[in-house]
C-alpha cells in the first residue's frame, strides 16, 4: 500500500481508511480476472514504491467507493454492457506497454511507459468525472500532468492539436471482435493544444492508491475533468501533435450529439436528453442522487479561460 | 391463475441486483428492467389474438392478462422516471415532456396503455360496446410509438432494438396470417350451412 504523505488537508478531502481496506477484500472477491490483469506486477512495485504524492485539485465531494468505480465503466473494446469491462478483461495484458509520440514535435518514437512517466513524481488527485450519459463518480487518480509528460518531446509551432488513439488488441478485446459494435476501432481522441498543456489534464497510471485495472484503461488513461468522460481515452498507445482538429471517434458516430470539445455545459443539452443534471453513483434503490450538473464539471475557475469567446452551444 | 405472469420479472431483477449490478446506478437499471419487461409482454398479448382467432382458443384470455401486466409494468417505468431521474420535480418533468422527443412518445405510449387498462373490464365493455373495440385499437399506436421510443434511446448498438424489431415483425405476419386464416374458416363455415 503506497503511503501518501499528508500536508494540510481538510479531513473531508482525504480519503476514508474502509475505502482503502474496502479493496483489499474487493481484490480478493475479484477473483481470476484480477489476477491476470494484475500481471502488470512491474507497474505495482513502481507504484508501490514510488510514494504518490498528494497533488493539487483534491475534490471535496464524497469520493466513490471503488467497487463502484471499478464495476460500471464504459469501455466498449471489451463489450457494451457496464459489466463487461471487469468480466471481459482477463486477457488484457498491460506489460511490456509501449506508446507511440509522434506529430508536429522533435522529439519522435516509441517509448516504453515506465520511461515515458517519472514514476518518482507522482500525484493522486481526486477528480469528478462526468460521463454524457448523466452520471458521475468521484475518483482519486494517480498520474502526472499531461504537459510535464509532453514537453520534453518538444512540439513545434505547427502542434494545434494533440490526439490520442486507444490500443487495438482483438484476441485481448472481446468489444473489438463484435459485430454491432459503433465504433471503428481504435477508439480516437484529441484535445487543443491549450487543453493538453493545461496543468488539470493528467497522464494516469493508477487509481485508489494502486496501479490502474484494465476496466479504467490500464496501464495508461488520459482523465480532462471538466470535458464528458468520452474525451478521457482509455489505454493509450499513441500520442500525436497535429496541426488539424484529429477525427474522434464519437464525433464520427454522431457527430450531431458528440462534439470535440464535449466541455460539461448544464445549459448545452444532448440532443435526446438534458445535461442539466446528472445522477451521482453508486446510488441506492431509494435515493438516486441527482445532483445539478456544474458548468465544466465543477472546474469553471480554472479553465473557462480556454474558452473566452467561444461560443459553447455551436463548439459543444 | 394466470395473473401470476405478473410477478414473472421479479426473479431477474432480483438475480441482477444479487450480481451487484445494482450498486452503482439503480436508476438506469430499474429503467431498464421495467421497460424491457413492458415491451415484452405487450409484444406478448399482441400473439394472443391471432392464436385465438386461428383456432387456438385457449390463447384469448391471456390476451387481457398480458396486455394489463404490459400496462402496469409501462406505469412502473414511468414512475420510476419521474422517481430516480427527476426526483419528483414536476417544473423538470414538463421540461423533458417537451423538448425531449425519445420522452413524449414514450409518455404517449404510457397514456395509451393507461387508457386501454382502465377499460380492459366487463363494464367498460358493455359501457362502449363497438366503440370498445376501437378504442382499443390504441394497442398499434401504443406499439409504434414505443418502438420509436426505443429506437431514440439507444445509445451504443441497435442490436437488442434489431432483435424487438424483428419479433414486431414476425408479429406482424402472423397477424396477417390468422386474418386470413380466420376469413377461410368462416368462409368454409358459411360453404356448409
Redesign the interface.
Same mark, same amino acid.
Request: charged share 20%; no cysteine; hydrophobic share 40%.
Given at each position: 500500500m503506497s503511503v501518501v504523505k499528508r500536508s494540510i488537508i481538510s479531513e473531508s478531502e482525504v480519503t476514508p481508511k474502509e475505502i482503502y481496506n474496502e479493496r483489499r477484500v474487493f481484490m480478493k472477491r475479484a477473483g481470476a480476472a484480477l489476477a491476470a490483469s494484475l500481471s502488470g506486477a512491474v507497474f505495482a512495485e513502481d507504484l508501490r514504491s514510488s510514494k504518490p504524492q498528494v497533488g493539487p485539485f483534491r475534490a471535496t465531494d464524497n469520493v466513490t467507493p471503488k467497487?463502484?468505480a471499478t &464495476? !460500471?465503466n464504459n469501455f !466498449?473494446e471489451f463489450g457494451?454492457n457496464?459489466?463487461d469491462p471487469i468480466e471481459r478483461s482477463g486477457e488484457f495484458v498491460t506489460t511490456p506497454w509501449s506508446v507511440n509520440i509522434g506529430g508536429e514535435c522533435e522529439r519522435t518514437g516509441t517509448i516504453g511507459l515506465e520511461d515515458l512517466i517519472d514514476f518518482n513524481k507522482l500525484e493522486e488527485r481526486i477528480y469528478r468525472l462526468r460521463c454524457v450519459?448523466a /452520471?458521475s463518480m468521484v475518483i482519486p487518480w494517480v498520474g502526472v500532468s499531461l504537459s510535464d509528460v509532453l514537453k520534453p518531446f518538444g512540439p513545434n509551432s505547427k502542434a494545434k492539436y494533440v490526439e490520442f488513439e486507444t490500443v487495438v488488441r482483438k484476441e485481448q478485446m472481446p468489444g473489438q471482435r463484435?459485430r !454491432?459494435?459503433?465504433i471503428d476501432w481504435p477508439y480516437r481522441e484529441g484535445l487543443t493544444i491549450a487543453e493538453a498543456m493545461h496543468p488539470l489534464t493528467m497522464l494516469v497510471v493508477g487509481a485508489y492508491g494502486e496501479t490502474l485495472l484494465p476496466q479504467n484503461g490500464a496501464p495508461l488513461r488520459l482523465i480532462v475533468p471538466w470535458k464528458y468522460g468520452f474525451k478521457s481515452i482509455k489505454s493509450i498507445v499513441s500520442i500525436r501533435f497535429t496541426d488539424r482538429q484529429p477525427r474522434t471517434s464519437w464525433q464520427e458516430i454522431a457527430p450531431r450529439e458528440y462534439g470535440f470539445y464535449a466541455n460539461v455545459n448544464p445549459n448545452v443539452?444532448h440532443p435526446? /436528453?438534458?445535461q442539466? &443534471?446528472e445522477?451521482r453513483?453508486?446510488?441506492?434503490?431509494f435515493q438516486?442522487n441527482?445532483i445539478d450538473t456544474q458548468m465544466f464539471n465543477g472546474y469553471a475557475d480554472q479553465v473557462e479561460g480556454l474558452y473566452k469567446g467561444l461560443d459553447l452551444r455551436k463548439y459543444y | 391463475m394466470r395473473w401470476v405472469v405478473l410477478l414473472l420479472p421479479i426473479p431477474f431483477a432480483v438475480y441482477n441486483y444479487s450480481?451487484?449490478?445494482? =450498486? @452503482? $446506478? *439503480? @436508476? @438506469?437499471e =430499474?429503467s431498464r428492467w421495467s421497460g424491457d419487461w413492458a415491451l415484452r409482454f405487450l409484444l406478448a398479448s399482441l400473439v394472443m389474438g391471432p392464436l385465438a382467432r386461428a383456432g387456438f382458443k385457449m390463447c384469448f384470455p391471456w390476451r387481457k392478462v398480458l396486455g394489463v401486466t404490459a400496462a402496469i409494468y409501462a406505469l412502473l417505468h414511468g414512475f420510476v422516471f419521474v422517481w430516480?431521474?427527476?426526483?419528483f420535480d414536476m417544473g423538470?418533468l414538463v421540461?423533458?415532456l417537451v423538448?425531449? *422527443?425519445?420522452i413524449i412518445v414514450g409518455a404517449l405510449a404510457l397514456v395509451a396503455l393507461f387508457i386501454m387498462l382502465l377499460t380492459s373490464n366487463q363494464y367498460s365493455r358493455r359501457k362502449l360496446g363497438r366503440r370498445w373495440l376501437k378504442l382499443h385499437q390504441l394497442v398499434f399506436v401504443a406499439w409504434g410509438l414505443v418502438m420509436l421510443h426505443f429506437f431514440? =434511446?439507444v445509445? #451504443? #448498438?441497435? $442490436?437488442t432494438w434489431a432483435k424487438y424489431f424483428l419479433a414486431s415483425i414476425l408479429i406482424v405476419i402472423l397477424r396477417m396470417w390468422a386474418a386470413r386464416k380466420q376469413k377461410n374458416r368462416q368462409a368454409s363455415k358459411k360453404l356448409r350451412s
Open positions: 467497487a463502484a &464495476t !460500471y !466498449y457494451m457496464k459489466s450519459e /452520471w463484435d !454491432y459494435s459503433v443539452s435526446r /436528453w438534458s442539466a &443534471t445522477r453513483l453508486p446510488g441506492s434503490l438516486s441527482v | 450480481l451487484g449490478f445494482w =450498486l @452503482a $446506478d *439503480p @436508476a @438506469a =430499474l430516480l431521474y427527476l426526483s423538470r421540461t423533458e423538448e425531449r *422527443p425519445y431514440w =434511446l445509445r #451504443s #448498438s441497435y $442490436d
